[in-house]
T-cell receptor, first 113, second 112 residues
């Protein structure tokens, strides 16, 4: 099946700093990618839809100025968590659609201290 | 907004016992997908159901989509320790085949 990678897999940052997470489709092109957040023992919550060449679409309650999304090419979307706070600590997962299914990246565990 | 609930939240079974998780959507779905997430891992696609009343089988797993296309179930026969993980249903109501609302998930623990 198709492969989606994420980098980094884990990151620890200090409160107030920004963190960039990359999501790449390795063997297929993705005009759309999705960003999810998952807190421990909870479900995946869709944060935003990343669209190649245009602005991302954010879900209700997600601050677009805090979670900056850039979909610069057909294989790369980035999520930047700006001015991170401890409550932003979570598991961030991207996905890209392919046929009937979504291909998920391995996720990035963000810890803000 | 659309809500997708699953029951139970958690189930602990002995290896060899059967397991079922139920998924209910507040809105009619164009299709439903099921994913499995192992501890520390990411969701892995299991199957998609599209037709009303559809039933699909994958070895020991049986998936069903309700007649009203608002509910679904996953049944595992004779569980094994490799079945451990959290099972999520995910609904697509807009027919976009992409934007999914994930269910609350059912965590399955299997012991010998």
């Amino acid at each position: 099946g198709a492969v989606v990678s994420q980098h980094p897999s884990r990151v620890i940052c200090k409160s107030g700093t920004s963190v960039k997470i990359e999501c790449r489709s390795l063997d297929f092109q993705a005009t759309t990618m999705f960003w999810y957040r998952q807190f421990p023992k909870q479900s995946l919550m869709l944060m935003a839809t990343s669209n190649e060449g245009s602005k991302a679409t954010y879900e209700q309650g997600v601050e677009k100025d805090k979670f900056l999304i850039n979909h610069a090419s057909l294989t790369l979307s980035t999520l930047t968590v700006t001015s991170a706070h401890p409550e932003d600590s979570s598991f961030y997962i991207c996905s890209a659609p392919g046929g009937d299914e979504q291909y998920f990246g391995p996720g990035t565990r963000l810890t803000v201290t | 907004g659309q809500q997708v609930m699953q029951i139970p939240q958690y189930q602990h079974v002995q290896e060899g016992e059967d397991f079922t998780t139920y998924c209910n959507s507040s809105t009619t779905l164009s299709n439903i997908q099921w994913y499995k997430q192992r501890p520390g891992g990411h969701p892995v696609f299991l199957i998609q159901l599209v037709k009303s009343g559809e039933v699909k089988k994958q070895k020991r797993l049986t998936f069903q989509f309700g007649e009203a296309k608002k509910n679904s179930s996953l049944h595992i026969t004779a569980t094994q320790t490799t079945d451990v993980g959290t099972y999520f249903c995910a609904g697509d109501s807009a027919g976009t085949a992409s934007k999914l609302t994930f269910g609350t998930g059912t965590r399955l623990q299997v012991t010998l």
